[in-house]
Every structure is written in C-alpha cells, then in structure tokens.
T-cell receptor, first 112, second 112 residues
Framework: GESVGLHLPTLSVQEGDNSIINCAYS??????FIWYKQESGKGPQFIID?????DKRQGQRVTVLLNKTVKHLSLQIAATQPGDSAVYFC???????????FGTGTRLKVLA | DAGITQSPRHKVTETGTPVTLRCHQT?????MYWYRQDPGHGLRLIHY???????DKGEVSDGYSVSRSKTEDFLLTLESATSSQTSVYFC???????????FGDGTRLSIL
C-alpha cells in the first residue's frame, strides 16, 4: 500500500528504457528466489522466479540474474512502460523450509 | 487471479477489542500464510498453515492466533488489539518451499 512505500529507494527511468532493480539476499542456505511487483493498494504479484542451480532466467520483458557468490539478485525490465510503475521486491526461500524472507523493496517510477 | 479473497478489506477498531481477519482460497492449496506489511520492513510472517488444523508460528506471532478448520479458509485473530498491530495484513497461498506464494489484496487494519 501507499504507506509502505514512503521510505523506499526509488528508481526513475524514462519510458522505453531498460530498468535494473537489485536485491541483496540474506541467507546463504536459500535456494529459491522470487521477484514480486506490488501496486498501490494491492497485494504482491508474482513476476518471475529462479532456482539456485541457474544464473539467469528470462520471461516476457523480464530477466532475473542470480549471483550466489555475492548473494545478489537483479531484475531487468526491458522497454519499461508506465504500467511497470510499482514497488518491486525480492523474496528468498530457505532450503528445506516453508520460510520465505522478503526484501523491503524498490519503487520504480516510469517517466513519460 | 490467485483465487484469494481477504475480508474485510479495511477495518478501524479500538484498542482492546478482538478482531478476526478472513482469508478464503479457491485453489485448494495446502499451504496458507498470514503476513503483515509495515514501512521499513519486508513482509513478516505471523503464522502459517500446512494443512487443516496444522499451523505454526512465524517470526511475529505474539498477540495473534490462527485457525484452519477447512482447506479454503484461514482465519487470523487478534485477541485484544493493540496500536502496534496497525498494519496491512496479507494472506498468501502456495509456497511450501520452492514454489511462489500468491497473495490476496490485503486488509488495512487501523487500531486506535
């Protein structure tokens, strides 16, 4: 919701440009990662996921990169559109558990 | 559409009153979760369920209880609401490790 986004880092990009959103994950035992998009007043929406046996996975206009050495995840959005404006956050699943750890998120603003 | 309905969507109540939030799913998922979302924090797990009448605590379970008497319904109860429980509450299904969770659109709860 809106109150959640008050203190988030913001990435502003021009419409049509590519966006890169980064996430540092916390647990070296995590082996499954997810990116979510959250629009104001709505619940998080699944975008793309990746397992730890992969370095890269592509979806429609989105790519997730995983660097296990430095515990870093990134989301690339190609040809960013106004509808991409939202808060994006990553989540990690600790291997063998039901536990998911969520990042605090980055607000993406698309400039016309 | 993840087939998750949360009710109510908004609620204002007073300190000390009991509050129950409902999550209803239509996808027959085994796993269901309750999270709270607050500024400066990622989603934090309150309780989760891995089957009918099977529940366990998350990281912020104090002051909350849950019940799951049917696969499709997961209830979150604040026995005696406090102002620190003012938050946006999200229900999620799926997950269970190595699968994405899918979220409802949340309940905005204000405790005065």
């Amino acid at each position: 919701g809106e109150s959640v986004g008050l203190h988030l880092p913001t990435l502003s990009v021009q419409e049509g440009d590519n966006s890169i959103i980064n996430c540092a994950y916390s647990n070296s035992a995590s082996d499954y990662f997810i990116w979510y998009k959250q629009e104001s007043g709505k619940g998080p929406q699944f975008i793309i996921d990746i397992r730890s046996n992969m370095d890269k996975r592509q979806g429609q206009r989105v790519t997730v990169l995983l660097n296990k050495t430095v515990k870093h995840l990134s989301l690339q959005i190609a040809a960013t559109q106004p509808g991409d404006s939202a808060v994006y956050f990553c989540a990690e699943n600790v291997s063998g558990t039901y536990k998911y750890i969520f990042g605090t998120g980055t607000r993406l603003k698309v400039l016309a | 559409d993840a087939g998750i309905t949360q009710s109510p969507r908004h609620k204002v109540t007073e300190t000390g009153t009991p509050v129950t939030l409902r999550c209803h799913q239509t996808e027959n998922h085994r796993y269901m979760y309750w999270y709270r979302q607050d500024p400066g924090h990622g989603l934090r797990l309150i309780h989760y369920s891995y089957g009918v009448k099977d529940t366990d605590k998350g990281e912020v379970s104090d002051g909350y209880s849950v019940s799951r008497s049917k696969t499709e319904d997961f209830l979150l109860t604040l026995e005696s609401a406090t102002s620190s429980q003012t938050s946006v509450y999200f229900c999620a299904t799926g997950g269970g490790g190595n699968q994405p969770q899918h979220f409802g659109d949340g309940t905005r709860l204000s405790i005065l």
